[in-house]
């Protein structure tokens, strides 16, 4: 669906004279356009930290002394569990999660496998995966084996990330994304608020976004995590927070928005006022380095904003 305002409109509307405007024109859209199906997902952080690349916020790059736990290939059969455990406390989705610029090779074929048992082990859940920059060649084989929807942020405004990135760039990710669409698989692209954008770069953003078109947009707010470079910023402001979600709701009116990372940091009420304006969907329990939702609070939240849920 188009967007409901222009670029200029959307940089009008971050003035602190119009966030009301902002915010009641959200909640309006979200009324209007926004299935009230309240989805969440759940991920397993199948390989953990020693990353090459060189992410500002992320507490997996090898480049920064933090204090994230680091493993390899947890192996199909705790992905299997995963699975089965995530659609019985009522996820719709479940995704593998590896560390690193892009699994290949051998790596490929483990998670493949790992599809497989999913499967068998849920099989009404939808199979999701974050692997990286991969290939055309390997999202085919992957959804051979059950993938159905990839995940790949964008992060940010294009104009932002060659300052927090610079080991790849958004072209990068762009490929992955335009490959898994060609190939008919669902795309999960969002990325984090909170790192220093610009209300110009906001709406960038939010924009870039609505061109990818993607089924789901998880949106993470920064959780600054000591020993990264952005590990020293404060907490963004939850005013601001309930802004950009409904900047992203404007400018795409239907697209699901997702609790992702930082969600723990609001509180409850903060989460409320962002259903209101726009979010529609959550990720539960553990993320990769940062705590994640309870499945039970931001169930009732959804079902006290008229949301239906799975169970």
């Known amino acids: 669906m188009e967007p409901l305002i222009s670029r200029r409109e959307a940089l009008e509307l971050l003035a602190p004279q119009r ?40 507490a997996q790059s090898a480049r920064w002394k933090t204090d994230c736990e680091t493993y390899d290939w947890i192996g199909e059969e705790a992905c299997a569990a995963a699975a089965k455990e995530a ?25 493949c496998a790992a ?15 974050s692997v990286g920059l991969v290939s055309r060649a390997d999202l ?33 990710k762009l490929v992955t994304l335009r490959a898994a669409r060609d190939l008919g698989l669902q795309i999960c692209c ?11 770069q906001l709406v960038e953003f939010a924009f870039a976004l609505s061109e990818i078109a993607p089924d789901s947009i998880p949106v993470n707010v920064l959780h600054p995590i000591e020993g990264t470079p952005l590990g020293d910023r404060d907490i963004l402001d ?9 900047l992203l709701r ?9 609790f992702a990372g930082g969600r723990r940091d609001m509180s409850d009420e903060i989460a409320a006022r962002c259903i209101e304006v726009g979010m529609s969907a959550g990720i539960a329990g553990p993320l990769l380095t940062t705590p994640g939702a309870d499945f039970d609070d931001d169930r009732e939240l959804a079902l006290r904003a008229g949301y239906t849920v799975k169970c």
């Open 190 to 200: 969002g990325g984090i608020i909170g790192m220093g954008e610009t209300d110009k």
């Open 140 to 172: 085919a084989r992957m959804k051979e084996a059950g993938l159905q929807r990839v995940h790949c942020n964008i992060e940010c405004a294009p104009s932002l990330f060659p300052s927090l990135c610079s080991t790849h760039g958004t072209a990068d």
């Open 19 to 58: 966030r009301s405007e902002l915010r009641e024109r959200a909640k309006e859209a979200t009324a209007q356009h926004v299935v009230k199906r309240f989805d969440f997902c759940s991920i397993i952080n199948a390989k953990c930290g020693k990353c090459s690349e060189d992410c500002k916020w992320c």
């Open 250 to 258: 404007l400018v795409n009116p239907s697209t699901p928005l997702r």
């Open 87 to 111: 659609s019985e406390k009522g996820a719709d989705r479940i995704g593998i999660v590896m560390s690193g610029r892009c699994a290949k090779g051998s790596e490929i074929d483990k998670v």
């Open 115 to 129: 599809l497989r048992a999913m499967r068998r082990a849920a099989p009404d859940i939808c199979l999701c995966a």
């Open 238 to 246: 939850p005013e601001r927070v309930v802004d950009s979600v409904a």
